[in-house]
């Protein structure tokens, strides 16, 4: 019994290794802090371009060590088509009181965050190309955080 429980156990975190990998990005310039891994479910490093589907939710998750103690990170999104830079809305821009970051605020020097947004797009969003911009800022409006991963939308027809 306890066997099938640990291969169990195993499979799973196989799978969801396998299914949440890390995506091609970009750093645009991240001062306070290294990032470690960017990924979305179903996406992977070797993808010119992440492709979202509309009406699936599919979690992003941003991995970053910071470089000094910070006590507030405010988070901006914007959406990239031929460098026209569009601001996406965001339930929350202040990452520490947003119950579903998984970012618990102060955050210390040294030790790895993982902060995570559902992405989620509306069903009649059409098929395009674009950048994501995803930017973290502090109290003083330096970058914590900045990534820019390309992306394509695909309409799957039922």
């Given amino acids: 019994m306890m066997n099938r429980a640990v291969t ?8 969801c290794s396998c299914y949440a990998s890390s995506v091609a990005y970009r750093d645009c310039g991240s001062t306070l802090s290294n990032v470690t891994e960017v990924s979305i479910p179903g996406c ?10 509309p009406g699936v939710n599919m979690m992003l998750s941003i991995k970053f060590i910071p470089n000094v103690d910070i006590s507030q990170v405010n988070v ?20 520490c009181k947003d119950p579903y970051s998984g970012i ?4 210390e020097r040294g030790q790895e965050y993982n902060y995570m947004y559902m992405l989620s797009l509306h069903k009649k969003t059409p098929n395009y190309r674009l950048d994501l911009k995803w930017e973290f800022q502090d109290a003083e409006g330096e970058k914590i955080v900045c990534v820019i991963i390309p992306v394509q939308v695909r309409v799957v027809k039922d």
Avoid: K, N, W
């Fill in 8 to 15: 169990s156990v195993l499979f799973c975190a196989v799978l």
């Fill in 44 to 53: 992977h490093e070797m993808d010119a371009r992440c492709t979202l589907i």
């Fill in 76 to 95: 901006f999104a914007h959406g990239v088509v031929y460098h026209v830079s569009s601001p996406l809305p965001l339930d929350e821009h202040d990452v």
């Fill in 104 to 107: 618990q605020c102060p955050l």
